[in-house]
């Protein structure tokens, strides 16, 4: 009960599960996230200091691909995004999301379908929709290129190679 009332509104639940959301990510030792863009590349994150101990492909049901400036997921019904889940330190992940170019990505709970078919809960930064601007080719490319090296489906690929030539667009 919230002020009174028997059920919290939209904006107050959904405030709720953000910050427990932040709260967990601060008590945990590792914890799993959900990468869709340029991180799903391990080398990169090593490079940034990121070390995750585990990565598994998989996908996340009911977000779109959007790519702007950089990447983001964006809640569309009947949509599909495939990504890498690693399990991270928080402070790693902290550290990352701190610099200029994704400080503006807020962490939400996904439920990610792993290729063996098991799910599993992560945390996934996105860029909020009054965020979302530009395009970027070069980006759109190398995010192919990535994706194509984690081995997933050409018909996601042939999305993210439209996202190349198009300019970006909610969907």
């Known amino acids: 009960m919230l002020n009174g009332c028997n059920r919290p509104d939209a904006i107050i639940a ?6 427990c959301l932040a709260a967990f990510i601060e008590s945990a030792s590792r914890m799993n996230v959900f990468f869709y863009g ?11 200091g990121v070390s995750p101990t585990q990565a598994e ?3 996340v049901d009911g977000f779109q691909l959007h790519i702007g400036e950089r990447a983001t997921l964006v ?4 949509a599909r995004s495939y990504g890498v889940m690693m ?11 701190a610099e200029s170019s994704v400080a503006d990505y807020v962490p939400e709970s996904v439920s ?21 601007t530009g395009t970027n080719a070069a980006y759109a490319e190398a995010l192919c290129e990535v994706a194509a090296g984690l081995g997933l489906p ?8 439209r996202a190349a030539v198009e300019p970006a667009k909610a969907r």
């Open 38 to 48: 340029l991180f799903m590349d391990e080398a990169l994150l090593g490079r940034k």
């Open 112 to 132: 990610v379908e792993l290729t063996d078919g098991s799910k599993a809960e992560a945390a996934c930064y996105n860029l909020p929709a009054d965020k979302l």
């Open 154 to 161: 050409e018909a996601y690929l042939a999305e993210i190679r």
């Open 87 to 97: 399990t991270v330190s928080p402070d790693a992940v902290k550290e990352l999301y």
């Open 57 to 59: 492909v998989g996908y």
């Open 75 to 78: 809640r569309s019904t009947g």
């Open 14 to 19: 959904k405030a709720f599960k953000h910050a």
